[in-house]
Structure formats: structure tokens, C-alpha cells
């Protein structure tokens, strides 16, 4: 969990479908992080055929019964990180909300803990998970990133990124992102060093119960 998630709009070029899609990935890892819950990794991939092409991607993260709001708000972080992020840089319109929606990760999350008899409030889960989504951009960003080039990540890389015990450049020279294609060609260099420098927040919102 999450569920697997498909993107592909028209008026986007491919670099900008996997930035969109690895934003909403990455949000899914990163509040989960926050919020106390096991993030497994983190898939962001390309498929087609001759007829096309699509973006894929999937985050795996560990539920336990008693966190039924870190579920629930990671679950929401997705489509909200993936508008930010349309709104950043002036993509959004009615076609690319399209390709950020994510109903299925409300539906994912619902009949998940309808399992345990547990309800939640969605409006305001979502509310929440807007502002942890706010609290957090730069650490979603840093991940989404490198989800973006390299397009598999581990646990372990995820935390570094978060904690910043790796920045995007570094992560680059480690992993062997390619120079043919770099997130840079469509996100500033000004942008990324930005995330690099930033101190990135280190506590959330929610609190686990104890």
C-alpha cells in the first residue's frame, strides 16, 4: 500500500508526467515517515507500447490497525503534493487535475480501515494532510526528485533524503542518475539548490498516539 497510480496527460511532456507522478509518490512516503508509519519504497516507472506511454507508480507502506490517521493522511498527501506541485509551475488546468486525481487512494484508505470498523472524516483528513504536505515540501520535493531520475528507491535512501543526510546532487553522483535527462532541464537549477540548502522541518504536525 499505496495503490498503484497511472498519469498521463496530453499537454505535458514525459518529464513532466514522471515529476508529477514521483510528487505524489514522494508525498505518500514522506508523511507516512512523519506520521510514525514503516515506508518499505518507492516506484516511479515508465510503460507503453507502440501506442503510447504512461507513468506508473506505487509506495509501499506498513499499516498497523492503531495508525488509521497516518494511513489515512498519506493517503491524501498523493493528489494534494501532485496539485502543489501542477500550481508551482503554472500546469494546472481541468485535464491535468485529471491526471493528479487520486480517488482511488481515498478509496484505498476508506475500505482499508472499514476492515477494523474505523470511519474517518476525508474533508478534514485532507486538511491535515494539505498542511503536512506545506510543512514538508521540501523534503517531498528532495524525494520526488530523485524518485524522478533514479525511479526506484529504498527505505533507506528515502530516510536520507528526509533527514538530508543526502542532498539531490549527491544522490546523483552515488546512484548514477543519467545525464541524458536530468529534473534540472525542467526544474531550475536556482529551484534545486534551493531545496538542497533549505532546512527542511523535522517534526509534524500529527503526533502519533503513544
Not at 491526471?99 to 491535515?128: F, K, M, Q, Y
Not at 545525464?179 to 532546512?199: K, M, P, R, V
Request: hydrophobic residues 40%; charged residues 20%; negative net charge.
Amino acid at each position: 500500500m499505496t495503490g498503484r497510480d497511472v498519469a498521463h496527460a496530453p499537454s505535458l511532456t514525459k518529464d513532466q508526467v514522471i515529476l508529477l507522478q514521483a510528487h505524489h509518490e514522494a508525498a505518500h512516503a514522506v508523511v507516512a515517515h512523519h506520521a510514525g508509519m514503516q515506508v518499505n519504497s518507492l516506484h516511479v516507472r515508465q510503460s507503453g507500447d507502440a501506442a503510447g506511454w504512461w507513468i506508473e507508480g506505487i509506495t509501499y507502506v506498513v499499516h498497523h490497525a492503531r495508525q488509521a490517521t497516518p494511513l489515512a493522511l498519506q493517503g491524501a498527501a498523493g493528489e494534494i503534493a501532485a496539485l502543489k506541485w501542477l500550481d508551482n509551475h503554472g500546469l494546472r488546468t481541468a485535464e491535468t487535475e485529471a491526471a493528479a486525481n487520486a480517488d482511488h487512494d481515498r478509496d484505498d484508505v476508506t475500505a482499508i480501515l472499514a476492515e477494523d470498523g474505523i470511519t474517518v472524516d476525508w474533508p478534514s483528513i485532507c486538511d491535515a494532510a494539505r498542511n503536512e504536505v506545506n510543512v514538508f515540501w521540501p523534503q517531498i520535493t528532495a524525494v520526488a526528485h530523485a524518485a524522478a531520475e533514479q525511479g526506484d528507491l529504498t527505505a533507506e535512501q528515502i530516510t536520507d533524503l528526509i533527514r538530508g543526510s543526502v542532498d539531490i546532487h549527491c544522490f546523483r553522483y552515488q546512484h548514477g542518475g543519467p545525464d541524458s535527462w536530468s529534473t534540472a532541464d525542467f526544474e531550475t537549477y536556482e529551484h534545486l539548490a534551493e531545496i538542497n540548502d533549505q532546512n527542511a522541518p523535522t517534526t509534524s504536525a500529527y503526533q502519533p498516539a503513544a
